[in-house]
Structures are given as structure tokens and as C-alpha cells.
């Protein structure tokens, strides 16, 4: 990735807000007007990803937990997730037209958009239009 492809400050922002969803019950954490949404974090999680190739996130608890959040949360106007949280972020943002940013996604896709990938990530490894970054750190 290089330098200036996204803003550092918003990328730490993003990432004490993934950690906080990640920390939290429900996988969900909203600052402000943005809601974080994390990703795979227990068996019933896993099972859940099976249902992201098969077009069928929307069946799964985390787009569940989000959607609750969403509704209780008028002020949110951006979503950022991450793995599992990137695969439902992309689809409740379209659907409420939010501003987006995705970390590992686990989406195939040659078009470009605010999504990231780690250079040797397995999950994210067919968004092909994600910028690619060496990932140092969580995100």
C-alpha cells in the first residue's frame, strides 16, 4: 500500500474501534457516528462464515447484532468491519447507504472501494480490488 492511500489517523481510529467491538458482548462497538464491527470470534461465528460464499450473511448473527445496533443508532453514518464484520458491513452499508471501509473481507471482487487486505491473508486473499497492505499489527 502506499503511503497516503489512507489516512493514518483514521486507521488508528479504526483499529481501537475494532478492538473495542472485538471486547464487546455483542462483537458491536459505536463511536460517534460510526458503528465497528468485528469479526470471527466463536464456533457459532465460524459456522456462520460458511453462509458468506453461499450469499446467505444475512443470516448470520453478527449482520443480526448490527442491524439491532443500526436500529437503535440513527447518528451512524459510516461502518467499519472486519473478516466476518467486513462481509456484513459491505452489505448493511449498501443497503443503508453508509460510508464503508472493510479490513479481510472475505468477498470476491475486482472492484475497488475503501476495503483493505493484508498481503498474505487467506480470507480476503479473492477481493481483488481491495489495496493491499503487509499487514504490521492487528489491522
Known amino acids: 500500500m502506499k503511503a497516503g492511500e489512507i489516512d493514518p489517523s483514521e486507521s488508528i481510529i479504526d483499529s481501537v ?3 473495542e467491538a472485538y471486547a464487546s458482548e455483542n462483537k ?3 463511536e460517534g457516528d460510526t458503528m465497528f464491527v468485528a469479526g470471527t470470534a466463536s464456533f457459532g461465528d465460524a459456522v456462520d462464515d460458511v453462509s458468506i460464499p ?3 450473511t444475512n443470516r ?3 449482520y443480526e447484532q448490527a442491524s439491532m ?3 437503535k443508532s440513527p ?3 459510516r461502518i467499519v ?3 466476518l464484520g467486513g462481509a456484513v458491513t459491505l452489505q448493511i452499508a449498501q443497503q ?3 460510508v464503508r471501509r472493510t479490513y479481510g473481507a472475505p468477498v470476491m471482487s475486482f472492484r475497488g472501494g475503501d476495503r483493505y487486505r493484508g498481503k498474505f491473508d487467506p480470507v480476503s486473499m479473492f477481493d481483488y480490488g481491495a489495496k493491499t497492505k503487509l499487514v504490521i499489527g492487528n489491522w
Open 28 to 30: 458491536i462497538y459505536i
Open 75 to 77: 447518528q451512524v453514518t
Open 96 to 98: 443503508h447507504n453508509l
Open 17 to 19: 474501534g475494532l478492538d
Open 81 to 83: 468491519g472486519h473478516s
Open 69 to 71: 445496533a443500526l436500529a
Open 54 to 56: 453461499l450469499g446467505r
Open 60 to 62: 448470520t448473527k453478527r
